[in-house]
């Protein structure tokens, strides 16, 4: 079945660690996105990509990273920057016109 | 800038009951999407509704309808007879300039968890 899938579900980092997101989905979308949540509030734009070999940043890009090599993968690194990491993300696709964007199941990345 | 509210951070209804979740919305495109996603405990975000601003007639999609009144910017979701499953929080979502290349991310309001009771 098509869909976005995210990994891994959990993710714990030290102090002064990058940490890597996966992103994949076999949607044929050309863009992608991925957001923050922290408890109880909505979904914040960390990072956004409309197509292969491009990105821009969203309204809280400060601490992270991204890649779009290929058109079905779209990782996140966390960096150690990012000094309050701890949060649900969760990365989507599509979204052209009033179509609705796609979401993967989340990763709960915790800091140890 | 664009900008969505959800004023109710909670709601209780009861089981087989109608219920309204707020949102409010602002922007100066006047062309812009409103969606309505499910995120239950577990997480996952799931689409439910939208409307777009051109649409002349309210969306429903089963017992969902969007009670869309664009003069006062509001995009109210209203649930049909309301199931214990319907228990999540409910978030309210908006893409303006929808009809160019631009930038397509949502904008999401703070959200409203329901909570159906037997």
């Known amino acids: 079945d098509g869909g976005i899938t995210q990994s891994p579900k959990y993710l714990f980092r030290k102090e002064g660690q990058n940490v890597t997101l996966s992103c994949e989905q076999n949607l044929n979308h050309d863009a992608m996105y991925w957001y923050r949540q922290d408890p109880g509030q909505g979904l914040r734009l960390i990072y956004y990509s409309q197509i292969v070999n491009d990105f821009q940043k969203g309204d809280i890009a400060e601490g992270y990273s991204v890649s779009r090599e290929k058109k079905e993968s779209f990782p996140l690194t966390v960096t150690s920057a990012q000094k309050n990491p701890t949060a649900f993300y969760l990365c989507?696709?599509?979204?052209?016109?009033?179509?609705?964007?796609?979401f993967g199941d989340g990763t709960r990345l915790s800091i140890l | 800038a664009q900008k969505i509210t959800q004023t109710q951070p909670g709601m209780f209804v009861q089981e087989k009951e109608a219920v309204t979740l707020d949102c409010t919305y602002d922007?100066?495109?006047?062309?812009?999407?409103l969606f309505w996603y499910k995120q239950p405990s577990s997480g996952e975000m799931i689409f439910l509704i939208y409307?777009?601003?051109?649409?002349?007639q309210n969306a429903t999609e089963g017992r969902y309808s969007l009670n869309f009144q664009k003069a006062r910017k509001s995009a109210n979701l209203v649930i049909s007879a309301s199931q214990l499953g319907d228990s999540a929080m409910y978030f309210c979502a908006m893409r303006d300039g929808y009809m160019d290349t631009g930038r397509r991310a949502l904008t999401f309001g703070s959200g409203t968890r329901l909570q159906v009771q037997p």
């Open positions: 922007t100066s495109d006047p062309s812009y999407g």
């Open positions: 409307q777009g601003s051109y649409d002349q």
């Open positions: 989507a696709s599509g979204g052209q016109g009033l179509q609705p964007q796609h």
